[in-house]
């Protein structure tokens, strides 16, 4: 999916009889600058801009947005979730226990797994929710 812009945004949201608000802007806008970001870092950087935007905004925007297919979201750790622009290609996250580094790595390198789980157990991956917990080359 391309990147939306404000004006597509404003389009989404007006098919569902909802209106573009700059919190909804800024909420997508810092998603986007952040990479990976839990709802309190978005609120942060939100309040860098606009200090009246409560958190209770930020998490129904985050769930807005996911709605339209504009940001999706992993669980990273047992706190809470960690969103990223739907517009990025799909990835595995590589999460350091020490450190709590984010790594990267390909979908495709998850990829021969997936087919075999579909093959052997009818099991469809969806690879953009996984998270691989362990230790990073500098902590290992």
């Known amino acids: 999916m391309p990147e939306q812009g404000s004006a597509e945004l ?8 909802l209106r573009l608000t700059p919190q909804r802007q800024l909420v997508l806008d810092a998603v986007r600058q952040l990479v990976h970001a839990t709802p309190e870092q978005v609120h942060a950087a ?17 769930e807005l947005l996911e709605e ?3 940001v999706t979201h992993v669980h990273l750790s047992h706190g809470a979730p960690t969103y990223h622009d739907a517009a990025v290609v799909q990835h595995v996250h590589l ?17 021969p797994l997936a087919e075999r ?24």
């Open 10 to 17: 404003a389009e989404l949201l007006r098919d569902r009889g």
């Open 46 to 62: 939100v309040c860098e801009v606009a200090s009246g935007v409560n958190i209770t905004t930020v998490y129904r925007t985050l």
């Open 68 to 70: 339209l297919g504009l």
């Open 95 to 111: 999460v350091c226990r020490n450190c709590d580094t984010v790594t990267e790595l390909e979908q495709s390198e998850l990829a």
């Open 117 to 140: 789980l579909l093959t052997q157990r009818g099991f469809r991956m969806d690879i953009g929710h996984v998270a691989l917990f362990g230790l990073c080359g500098s902590c290992a």
